[in-house]
């Protein structure tokens, strides 16, 4: 991984960094909580960033991912997994990449807004899908708040 939090991290910041060439740019190991992960770009990985499911009675919640750019990510841009609840997610790019770029499984109380997908790669830029606890209880993503997320063909300047 390029970057990842251990567990039990709180209020971590993971800001301006670039990552390259890595099988995953960012990875969130479970339980860490209210951290910001921003204006990072994460290029060559398989996932830009993961979000480690719900396990052992513990997730990661209200974390912020804001400005990050994810180039090209084969296995997805963002991926928030079972009981990873109440994540600002905004303002994200992906470039390329698979689509969806963004992956809510299992996780509620979300907001995904005015993130961004640009280049080759599709139309559906976040999904959301059930999944299972470790316990085997079904995890379905209830009351996440997604709007105003757009793709293009065209990427800007990075």
Do not use: M
Request: proline share 3%; charged share 20%.
């Amino acid at each position: 991984d390029g970057i990842e939090t251990v567990g039990s991290s709180t209020r971590t910041t993971v800001v301006g960094n670039t990552i390259r060439d890595t099988r995953t740019g960012i990875y969130l190991e479970h339980s860490t909580h209210d951290s910001l992960f921003a204006n990072n770009r994460v290029a060559g990985a398989r996932t830009g960033i993961n979000v480690e499911w719900w396990h052992d009675g513990q997730g990661s919640t209200r974390n912020t991912f804001t400005s990050n750019r994810v180039v090209s990510a084969a296995g997805g841009g963002l991926f928030v997994d079972v009981g990873d609840d109440g994540n600002q997610i905004v303002g994200n790019t992906f470039v390329g990449g698979a689509r969806p770029a963004s992956v809510l499984q299992g996780t509620s109380d979300n907001v995904v807004r005015q993130n961004r997908g640009c280049g080759p790669g599709g139309e559906e830029l976040v999904h959301e899908q059930s999944a299972y606890y470790d316990s085997g209880a079904r995890a379905a993503p209830r009351r996440n708040r997604v709007s105003g997320n757009s793709t293009s063909s065209s990427c800007g300047a990075p």
